[in-house]
Every structure is written in structure tokens, then in C-alpha cells.
Nanobody, 123 residues
Framework: QWLLEESGGGRVQSGGSLRLSCKASGFTLGEYAIGWFRQAPGTEREGVSCISTGSGTIDYADSVKGRFTISRDNGENTMYLQMNSLKPEDTAVYYC????????????????WGLGTQVTVSS
């Protein structure tokens, strides 16, 4: 049975850093496109960063470019999101996800989801 499990969320002050991890089990994460998404209260879920299969193209939302870094460790079947220079507007529940062949870093294109981890950035 497949499972994606996030960890590493928490509360941090503005300007701080957090590293999110997402461990996959039941399937080989390296065979899938992967992504991080977030959802703040009252808003739609949005793509933060994704890595495609094949070429390994990486996409970042404009709001996180230069601050966040997505990566994967296929040997550990784990993906990461390093978040630096955090801002209060980064506060959200963060989800990891995987897909066979998504068309873009869009939530509707992803098939497998973790339950999410809360990130809270205080000013």
C-alpha cells in the first residue's frame, strides 16, 4: 500500500528556515514526478515546487523562487523542501505529492498525496 508521510513542519519566526521531508513507502518515488503544495485557510491549494520525471525539470512558484529548494533522494525514497527566509505569507499546510505524468505543477494533476504538515511563520 502506497504512503507519503510528511514531517518537519512547525512554527518559526519570519526570516527563519525549515526543512520538510516526505518519505514514500509502497512505491518507488524515483519513478514519479514529485511536488510540494500548500494550502492556507480560505485559499485553494497551490503548487510550490515540482520535479518532473525524465528530464527532472524543476519548477518553483514565483513567490518562493530563491528561497525554497526542492530535492529528492531516490536511495532513501524521500523528497525534501528546504525553506529559507520564511515569511508570514508562507504559513500554510504543506503537502507532498506524486504523479506518473502530470501536466504542470498543478494539484489536479497529482495522484498520490500525504496528509500534510503545518508550517506557521510569525512576524
Amino acid at each position: 500500500q502506497w504512503l507519503l508521510e510528511e514531517s518537519g513542519g512547525g512554527r518559526v519566526q519570519s526570516g527563519g528556515s525549515l526543512r520538510l521531508s516526505c518519505k514514500a513507502s509502497g512505491f518507488t518515488l524515483g519513478e514519479y514526478a514529485i511536488g510540494w503544495f500548500r494550502q492556507a485557510p480560505g485559499t485553494e491549494r497551490e503548487g510550490v515546487s515540482c520535479i518532473s520525471t525524465g528530464s527532472g525539470t524543476i519548477d518553483y512558484a514565483d513567490s518562493v523562487k530563491g528561497r525554497f529548494t526542492i530535492s529528492r533522494d531516490n536511495g532513501e525514497n524521500t523528497m525534501y523542501l528546504q525553506m529559507n527566509s520564511l515569511k508570514p505569507e508562507d504559513t500554510a499546510v504543506y503537502y507532498c505529492a506524486a504523479a506518473i505524468r502530470p501536466f504542470g505543477c498543478l494539484p489536479g494533476e497529482y495522484d498520490y498525496w500525504g496528509l500534510g504538515t503545518q508550517v506557521t511563520v510569525s512576524s
